[in-house]
């Protein structure tokens, strides 16, 4: 069974403070997105990375890929309230035309 | 562009009752794909249809259907419904590349009681 281990499932911090979340498994994607989803809404593609030790950047958020394409993690500097919401991390497998979903990382931003 | 649209946004219905959900997806987009989201098992795929036949399909009994349609606008079917199948069923939509982003409308709402 392919597995996406998002971590931590819970994280509550102060606004200026910064976080990372991680997306892990023992498989290799092709390509691995980030979505952010709020509540009564669904996800919102934030990134996609598709090379092995890529780092993407938007604006707060930085996004990387593991060298071996089988882990990412998300930063963001300085939590802002409006960066609350549930963080999903999703691989895309070429070979079995498949996307997996973590089960998420809820983040709530203290003001 | 306009987004993904989802219709109904909310449903009650009751066990053993059928339910139809709607999407339409992102104009240029032919590829549909259905997710079941509940707090604990998080975002199950449900399946996948391009150019109106089944391209994937999840682990879910036989009681979830769907189908699209040369437009492609997709339907979910779900019959002799359980309680067990409340959940927030979201719709995705993708332009078949090879990244796979989805794009996901609002999401229905469906509680069965």
């Known amino acids: 069974t392919q597995l996406l281990e998002q971590s931590p499932q819970f994280l509550s911090i102060q606004e200026g403070e910064n976080l990372t979340v991680y997306c892990n498994s023992s498989s290799v994607f092709s390509s691995l997105q980030w979505y952010r989803q709020e509540p009564g809404e669904g996800p919102v593609l934030l990134v996609t990375?598709?090379?092995?030790?890529e780092v993407k950047k938007l604006k707060r958020l930085t996004f990387q890929f593991g060298d071996a394409r089988k882990d990412s993690s998300l930063h963001i500097t300085a939590a802002q309230p409006g960066d609350t919401g549930l963080y999903l991390c999703?691989?895309?497998?070429?070979?079995?035309?498949?996307?997996?979903f973590g089960k998420g990382t809820r983040l709530h931003i203290l003001p | 562009k306009a987004g993904v649209t989802q219709t109904p946004r909310y449903l009650i219905k009751t066990r053993g009752q059928q339910v139809t959900l709607s999407c339409s997806p992102i104009?240029?987009?032919?590829?549909v794909s259905w997710y079941q989201q509940t707090p604990g098992q998080g975002l199950q795929f449900l399946f996948e249809?391009?150019?109106?036949?089944?391209?994937n399909k999840g682990n879910f009994p036989g009681r979830f259907s769907g189908r699209q349609f040369s437009n492609s606008r997709s339907e979910m079917n779900v019959s002799t419904l359980e309680l067990g199948d409340s959940a927030l069923y979201l719709c995705a939509s993708s332009w078949g590349a090879v990244a796979r982003e989805q794009y996901f409308g609002p999401g229905t709402r469906l509680t069965v009681t």
């Open positions: 990375v598709v090379t092995g030790g």
């Open positions: 999703a691989g895309f497998m070429n070979r079995d035309d498949k996307i997996i």
């Open positions: 104009s240029g987009h032919r590829s």
């Open positions: 249809y391009f150019s109106e036949t089944q391209r």
